[in-house]
T-cell receptor
Framework: GENVEQHPSTLSVQEGDSAVIKCTYS??????FPWYKQELGKRPQLIID?????GEKKDQRIAVTLNKTAKHFSLHITETQPEDSAVYFCAAVNSGGYQKVTFGTGTKLQVIP | ETGVTQTPRHLVMGMTNKKSLKCEQHLGHNAMYWYKQSAKKPLELMFV???????ENNSVPSRFSPECPNSSHLFLHLHTLQPEDSALYLCASSTLGQNNEQFFGPGTRLTVL
């Protein structure tokens, strides 16, 4: 089955700095890679995703890169703000029909004002 | 947000009790999922229902029994649980097909005494 590793487990940055979270996956059949943000006491919510036929995607301050050959993908947050503080989960999905999702272990991001 | 709702939000039960968790989605989705979220562990996929048929059971003990009577409702029946089953149980739904976002419910915080 799929195995997703995520690093680091915790990350503290000063407000305005960038944050990078990295994930690796094992199953070459995975073809969809979403990132979820979970604020304390709340549900996970999708913030950005990337399909396997794309190498990079950007949405305002958030970007994701995918290297299929190396089987790794990364989340980049620029100009961090205190409201970016949350736990971020990467996931690898084999989506032939229903979604078989394997999540990473999560990264707790703290943005220090 | 009312797209995916879960009840109850909190549940405390003894090891000999029988209880049920309920999930309802109002998004017109045709796939539903149960996840377990424990401290310091990744989100673990438990069950997947596609068009009301169970298509995935990730080696979940039989003390957890899912039920999907229609495409809008999903239940998780609990019987003779163990203290290590204490966790946040999240329901999610999506549309079948490739690369579709999963929408999560707020979760049920379960404590087994």
């Amino acid at each position: 089955g799929e195995n997703v590793e995520q690093h680091p487990s915790t990350l503290s940055v000063q407000e305005g700095d960038s944050a990078v979270i990295k994930c690796t996956y094992s199953d070459s059949a995975s073809n969809y890679f979403p990132w979820y943000k979970q604020e304390l006491g709340k549900r996970p919510q999708l913030i950005i995703d990337i399909r396997s036929n794309v190498g990079e995607k950007k949405d305002q301050r958030i970007a994701v890169t995918l290297n299929k050959t190396a089987k790794h993908f990364s989340l980049h947050i620029t100009e961090t703000q205190p409201e970016d503080s949350a736990v971020y989960f990467c996931a690898a999905v084999n989506s032939g029909g229903y979604q078989k999702v394997t999540f990473g272990t999560g990264t707790k991001l703290q943005v220090i004002p | 947000e009312t797209g995916v709702t879960q009840t109850p939000r909190h549940l405390v039960m003894g090891m000999t009790n029988k209880k049920s968790l309920k999930c309802e989605q109002h998004l017109g989705h045709n796939a539903m999922y149960w996840y377990k979220q424990s401290a310091k562990k990744p989100l673990e996929l438990m069950f997947v229902y596609s068009l009301e048929e169970r298509v995935e059971n990730n080696s979940v003990p039989s003390r957890f029994s899912p039920e999907c009577p229609n495409s809008s409702h999903l239940f998780l029946h609990l019987h003779t649980l163990q203290p290590e089953d204490s966790a946040l149980y999240l329901c999610a739904s999506s549309t079948l097909g490739q690369n579709n976002e999963q929408f999560f419910g707020p979760g049920t915080r379960l404590t087994v005494l």
